[in-house]
């Protein structure tokens, strides 16, 4: 089955600075890849997601680009902001939309004012 | 905006009792999800479920474990015989369509304790 690896673990960043979460997937059969942010306590939400027939999307200061070759996408948020402190979670599913996500491991994000 | 629900928002329970846990999902979806998260840990899927069957299921998913639609608004997740090792958040799910075409949208999770 699927295997999502996510680096890193927790990524501390400044006020204003870029972040940047990177994720590998194993099975070349995965082709939708989406991002989930989650808030302490609450449920994760979507807030981009990509699919393999696209490289790169971009919403607003999140964007993220996906290398199908290398089995890799990553999630970079730029202009950070106090905000965004949350964890985030790559998750990758395959063709046939029967499976659901395979979530890697999150990555624990703190923006520092 | 529609939100998929879940109760309680937390259970407690002792091992060896039974436990179902409650979602209602958004009303026009077709496709639900179960999956749980240790804490401090990562979300794990446990079961898909549509066309009223079970689409496909994780080996977390052993036979301790069942899914129900009972009738047209819910979705239930059962577990006979808790340990301690079940012990997580469960977060149901729904989608309108297969999870590569449509969003998943997550309810705010049930938070079960095995004592």
């Known amino acids: 089955g699927e295997n999502v690896e996510q680096h890193p673990s927790t990524l501390s960043v400044q006020e204003g600075d870029s972040a940047v979460i990177k994720c590998t997937y194993s099975d070349s059969a995965s082709n939708y890849f989406p991002w989930y942010k989650q808030e302490l306590g609450k449920r994760p939400q979507l807030i981009i997601d990509?699919?393999?027939?696209?490289g790169e999307k971009k919403d607003q200061r999140i964007a993220v680009t996906l290398n199908k070759t290398a089995k890799h996408f990553s999630l970079h948020i730029t202009e950070t902001q106090p905000e965004d402190s949350a964890v985030y979670f790559c998750a990758a599913s395959e063709r046939t939309g029967r499976r659901a996500l395979t979530f890697g491991s999150g990555t624990r994000l703190q923006v520092q004012p | 905006e529609p939100e998929v629900t879940q109760t309680p928002s937390h259970q407690v329970t002792q091992m060896g009792q039974e436990v179902i846990l409650r979602c209602v999902p958004i009303?026009?979806?077709?496709?639900f999800y179960w999956y749980r998260q240790i804490l401090g840990q990562k979300v794990e899927f446990l079961v898909s479920?549509?066309?009223?069957?079970?689409?496909?299921k994780s080996e977390i998913f052993d036979d301790q474990f069942s899914v129900e639609r009972p009738d047209g608004s819910n979705f239930t997740l059962k577990i006979r015989s808790t340990k301690l090792e079940d012990s997580a958040m469960y977060f149901c799910?729904?989608?309108?369509?297969?999870?590569?075409?449509?969003?998943?949208?997550f309810g705010q999770g049930t938070r079960l304790t095995v004592v």
């Open positions: 990509i699919r393999s027939n696209v």
């Open positions: 009303s026009n979806h077709l496709y």
């Open positions: 799910a729904s989608s309108s369509g297969p999870i590569m075409n449509t969003e998943a949208f």
């Open positions: 479920f549509y066309n009223n069957e079970i689409s496909e």
